[in-house]
């Protein structure tokens, strides 16, 4: 019987857990600790969040308008992705310059300017100050120094790059372009779902009490998703012997699940699950039409999940389209943010075939509720032996791309690219 190394987490020390990441024989391991410790926890926002990464922030079609804002969170940091007057988007650190206070309070709006409730600084668009409440003083008493130089006290801007209308934001000056981060087969696979003018239907949020890189693990993970997920399952939308595949960029950096509904024989089906709860044949839908749909896709795709490191995923199953954001609230908690959309040229039709596949996704989704729950049940039987190790073995325990469903390789990927990217020794 093979035995599972364990880690010393008495005194925990992330480095000496980085360069000492225990193996499991010839599977892969990852420790307990780094799901649940405060220090990997606010490591990974300075050197993932907020290192060399591109995170997503926003569709576009979020801030159509000149005054359009969002405001959301790079990691735990919160931010406001806003549209200007000459129509460009700018992203800014949600923190007054003057005390710190939250700027934005709503979630979103059309504002000339955004004005700090505390004492009235006052930023336009682009998180320039323009106003400063008795500046110069009142009755030639107070005001600020005769030094005070208001281009010196800006709101905090980052670097921001769009690709199909999708909105990335970096604190990094060093990070490379971002087509270049993604890299030709995550870029690839945007173009393929934002090939046109987009029209979003709606957002959901969803708070998880679990750490991130489970969630992270959960959406580069094939092996689970038609055995866990019954309605998946027994309705055909994902099984493990359909046509699929599981890939990454050269980095191990991002992570592509695919498959093609009706692509498997019912013999093999049969055979695979005969003996799996996942698969009962005695289902049925007293609303059939929840699964009417069109292919629409012409390499006959039904179901994307694209995993982009650190906090995006981009889904398509049958003919919901939606973006999946992540946003962390400590070691043991963060949110989804679900935004699901739809073409402009979509027919009354499809709009509605959306409408009602909505119903697969989303906290109470009939699929997606039960990656919550799993998540929840892994963050909590862990806790008490903080000491012990994961192991990942399915499709042979390497980070390698595979042509089929029956594997843990991009999970195994996304570890590596963690432990390099958290050690230093990765630029991306």
């Known amino acids: 019987m093979q035995t599972i190394p364990t880690v010393d987490t008495d005194k925990f020390n992330l480095a000496q857990t980085l360069e000492d990441w225990p193996q499991a024989g010839e599977g892969f391991a990852v420790p307990y600790s780094l799901f649940t410790e405060q220090d990997a926890y606010t490591a990974e926002q300075e050197r993932i969040f907020r290192g060399d990464t591109w995170s997503f922030v926003a569709l576009e079609q979020e801030i159509p308008e000149v005054g359009d804002f969002k405001s959301t969170f790079i990691g735990e940091t919160p931010v406001i992705v806003m549209r200007d007057e000459e129509g460009g988007v700018n992203v800014v ?73 999708l909105v990335f934001a970096s604190f990094s000056s060093s990070v490379a372009d971002l087509e270049t981060y993604l890299g030709p087969m995550a870029s690839a696979a945007i173009r393929r779902v934002f090939n046109r003018p987009i029209k979003i239907l709606g957002d959901e949020r969803q708070r998880i009490y679990g750490n991130w890189k489970l969630y992270a693990e959960n959406t580069r993970d094939p092996y689970h998703a038609s055995l866990l997920h019954l309605f998946h399952t027994t309705f055909g ?27 498997s024989s019912a013999a093999d089906d049969a055979e695979a699950y005969a003996d799996q709860r996942a698969f009962n ?50 070691p043991k908690e963060f949110e989804l943010v679900w935004t699901s959309f739809g073409y402009v040229d979509d027919d009354a039709e ?46 042979g325990g390497r980070s390698e791309d595979a042509d089929h469903l029956v594997t843990e390789g991009t999970i195994i990927g996304f570890w590596e690219f963690y432990q390099n990217i958290m050690s230093g020794e990765r630029k991306v």
């Open 93 to 165: 650190v949600n923190r007054c310059a003057h005390r710190g206070a939250k700027v934005c309070r709503s979630l979103r709006g059309n504002v000339p300017n955004l004005e700090c409730v505390y004492h009235s600084w006052a930023y336009n668009l682009k998180g320039d100050l323009i106003g400063v409440p008795f500046r110069r003083g009142l009755k030639g008493n107070g005001g600020m120094p005769k030094d005070f130089d208001m281009k010196q006290h800006s709101l905090q801007s980052l670097r921001v790059e769009i690709l199909n209308g």
């Open 237 to 263: 939308l994902y099984r493990s012997t359909q046509t699929g595949v599981s890939k990454m960029d050269d980095k191990r950096c991002h992570a592509m699940l695919t498959a093609k509904a009706g692509s």
């Open 281 to 330: 044949s005695e289902f049925t839908l007293k609303d059939p039409s929840l699964l009417k749909g069109r292919l629409e896709f012409e390499d006959e795709v039904t179901l994307v999940i694209l995993a982009l490191f650190p906090n995006l995923i981009v889904q398509q199953i049958a003919n919901t389209l939606a973006v999946r954001q992540i946003v962390t609230y400590g």
């Open 350 to 395: 499809m709009q509605d075939i959306r409408i009602k596949q909505n119903n697969l996704i989303g906290p109470a989704g009939l699929i997606s509720m039960e990656d919550g729950e799993a998540v929840e049940l892994v963050q909590d039987g862990i806790q008490s032996d903080q000491n012990n190790v994961s192991y990942i073995g399915m499709g």
